[in-house]
């Protein structure tokens, strides 16, 4: 039985969540070509901000972020 080399690879995007222990309350889209992070409203002011510097430091001040 052969198997298909189906695994798919994490987008630059999703490593960079996993990595900075983000990926439990930030998530990102891309919107018309724009990436979106979205930042789950319920984290402390000081993990809003950690994440949003993080976010800006590694994607750049261009990034679009939301709090839901």
């Known amino acids: 039985m ?11 995007e999703q490593n960079f969540l996993i990595r900075y222990a983000l990926h439990n309350f930030v998530t990102c889209a891309l919107t018309s070509g724009k ?25 750049g001040e261009a990034v679009e972020i939301k709090l839901v």
């Open 35 to 59: 990436r979106v992070f979205y930042i789950k409203c319920k984290e402390g002011r000081t993990m809003i901000r950690h994440a949003t510097s993080l976010i800006k430091g590694s994607f």
């Open 2 to 12: 052969a198997f298909r080399n189906e695994e798919k690879t994490m987008s630059t």
